[in-house]
């Protein structure tokens, strides 16, 4: 077994640094290097961590296992920190990640992309293990940097991490959606969980000219890192980069079964068929579904594979996150099959919808995250193709 002291020091980070700067292509700026150094990642886990285990999510303790705590702690990998926003599950099975160390790679990302400069500002939204507020905290110093954390028990582990590795930025224990105005206004406001929309609240705690970055969450495919610019008239604008999955925000979770609240047994669907087959638009490549995803308002998709239903060897389902409508194509098991039936039910008719943006998408010339932006109003969201004059709302 290898000793925790040899495994503890500094060569786990220099090793986490070259990882990083391999993932980004070039060498991670001397600025972040040098806060990197200072913050052992080590430092920020607790002595209980989860690893995937093929699906699963297997506890991994430092007393019990500390070569692969460690190993875990400097692998260029998120780490698990909480699940299930603390409560232990009846079955290790149901266990969901509430709060984790993000991977290295995308926190150092993430930094660069903030261009920050001494004296700046700085709100982050999720303060999970405390490793990146104590990096904002060596380059701004601690009095620019606030943190908010919704969990009360990580809030407090985010703390004492800090204090213990010698930083001491303001760590607050509240709603991030709400941003945190006793210290506004900010020069950058950096999310580290995911957002389906954007809170207001964020954009007015941010100077004008000032940068918003957030992970984005959609119901139909999570991914892409957004990055406003806030102007002077009250609106942030911006584009995505075509990165990471980020938890989503506690505050924005919806908790929606397709058999227990959307597909009802007294529900008579409308049948028809369609060329378009199921898995262009649901399982294909990330970039098309981060389009898809911008055209396809709040409808997210659930595979059935060998469903009891005669004839049908695999089934999309696809639903409003209301669970007021739903659509099901179906999979004959044929091979190079042309034609797929289609069910449909209620005031809205998401397969047809789904054709609708997946015709979109194709005659636009295919595009990705990069072509894709975002511009946020007191009114609502509107997302855009190329430029912001190019827009549609996103309700
Ligand atoms: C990926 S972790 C953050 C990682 C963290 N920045 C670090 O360096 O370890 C996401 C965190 O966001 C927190 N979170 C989720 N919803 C939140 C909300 N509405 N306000 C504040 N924090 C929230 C979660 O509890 C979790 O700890």
Not at 272 to 299: K, M, N, Y
Not at 319 to 342: C, F, H, I, K, Q
Request: aromatic share 10%; glycine share 8%.
């Amino acid at each position: 077994m290898t000793s925790t002291q040899n495994l503890a020091q500094p060569a786990g980070t220099t090793e986490l640094l070259q990882a990083v700067s391999r993932y980004l292509g070039r060498d991670v700026a001397p600025e972040w290097r040098r806060a990197g150094e200072a913050a052992p990642r080590h430092r920020f886990l607790p002595h209980r961590i989860w690893l995937s285990d093929d699906d699963a999510l297997e506890p991994c303790d430092r007393e019990h296992d500390p070569d692969r705590w460690f190993a875990a702690a400097y692998a260029d990998e998120p780490v698990v920190t909480q699940i299930n926003d603390g409560q232990e599950p009846d079955d290790p099975d149901d266990a969901w990640p509430s709060s984790s160390a993000s991977a290295p790679s995308i926190v150092f990302q993430m930094l660069e992309l903030l261009d920050l400069t001494a004296g700046m500002r700085v709100l982050e939204i999720g303060a999970g293990t405390g490793f990146n507020a104590a990096l904002l905290a060596h380059r701004l110093g601690d009095v620019n940097v606030t943190t908010i954390e919704i969990d009360p028990v990580v809030a407090d582990l985010a703390r004492a991490n800090l204090k213990s590795n010698g930083y001491a930025p303001a760590v607050v224990c509240g709603d991030g959606s709400l941003g945190w105005g006793a210290e506004a206004p900010y020069d950058r406001v950096v999310a580290t969980c995911s957002v389906k929309r954007v809170p207001y609240s964020w954009i007015r705690q941010t100077r004008p000219g000032g940068v918003i970055l957030a992970p984005w969450y959609d119901e139909w495919i999570c991914g892409g890192l957004l990055r406003l610019t806030v102007g002077d008239d009250g609106t942030a604008t911006g584009r995505y980069t075509p990165d990471s999955a980020f938890m989503l925000m506690r505050t924005q979770r919806r908790d929606l079964l397709l058999f227990r609240d959307v597909v009802m047994d007294d529900h008579v669907p409308a049948e028809s068929s369609t060329t378009l087959d199921p898995w262009a638009v649901a399982d294909s490549a990330f970039e098309t579904q981060f389009a898809l995803g911008h055209r396809l308002v709040d409808l997210w998709y659930a595979w059935h594979h060998d469903p009891d239903v005669e004839g049908v060897k695999t089934r999309l389902w696809v639903a409003t996150t209301g669970g007021g409508s739903w659509a099901a194509v179906d999979w004959d098991g044929t091979e190079n099959a042309e034609r797929y039936t289609v069910w449909q039910h209620g005031p809205r008719r998401l397969w047809n919808e789904v054709e609708a943006a997946h015709q979109w998408w194709l005659d636009n010339g295919r595009p990705g995250p990069a072509r894709l932006g975002l511009t946020v109003t007191p009114e609502g969201h509107r997302a855009w193709l190329d430029d912001p004059a190019n827009a549609w709302p996103l309700p």
